[in-house]
């Protein structure tokens, strides 16, 4: 049912829609919408490949807000329960290695939702995660995007 609603989404408001289908689809935490499927096939769609990758991106990364903000109030509980060992190393390792952890994590297939977590639990930059998260998500549907584009391409002119 959500997957036609942000398919509908797609098709009326196009690059709106794809931002907001890749928020959608990255504010709720582990419950993934096939929204790589939509992209590859953006060209086909009769978008710009580059539009529909820069605004699912975006929409993407600012969707994965939640999952930060879920581990920012997890990371309250733990100290108010004593647990700061627990949340210390969490907040050395994002201090030294966090930027090139979310941006190689944001591209890869690599279940995102948990780093977002940990960034919040580990008090990282809000900023900086967003730069970070938008970067890597960025590339991945660019990808996705021009891979389809030509993809699309080689078969319509090989099928037809």
């Known amino acids: 049912m959500i997957s036609a609603f942000l398919y509908s989404l797609i098709i009326k408001f196009t690059y709106l829609g794809l931002f907001l289908a890749g928020f959608i689809s990255s504010a709720t935490v582990f419950?993934?919408?096939?929204?790589?499927?939509i992209v590859f096939f953006s060209k086909a769609l009769g978008l710009n490949p580059?539009?529909?990758?820069i605004s699912t991106g975006?929409?993407?990364?600012?969707?994965?807000?939640?999952?930060?903000l879920i581990g920012y109030g997890g990371s309250g509980l733990a100290i108010e329960k004593k647990k700061r060992k627990w949340?210390?190393?969490f907040i050395k390792f994002f201090k030294k290695y966090g930027f090139v952890t979310i941006v190689v994590t944001a591209f890869l297939p690599f279940p995102f939702d948990i780093v977002g977590i940990l960034s919040?639990?580990?008090?990282?930059?809000i900023k900086k995660f967003l730069i970070a998260t938008s970067i890597?998500?960025?590339?991945?549907f660019l990808m996705f995007a021009y891979t389809g584009s030509v993809t699309v391409?080689?078969?319509?002119?090989?099928?037809?």
């Open 153 to 160: 391409s080689y078969l319509q002119n090989w099928v037809f």
């Open 120 to 125: 919040g639990w580990g008090k990282y930059d």
């Open 58 to 68: 975006i929409g993407s990364a600012l969707g994965e807000i939640t999952g930060y």
């Open 31 to 37: 419950f993934p919408f096939p929204v790589y499927a």
């Open 87 to 89: 949340v210390k190393p």
């Open 50 to 53: 580059f539009l529909a990758g």
């Open 136 to 140: 890597g998500r960025i590339a991945r």
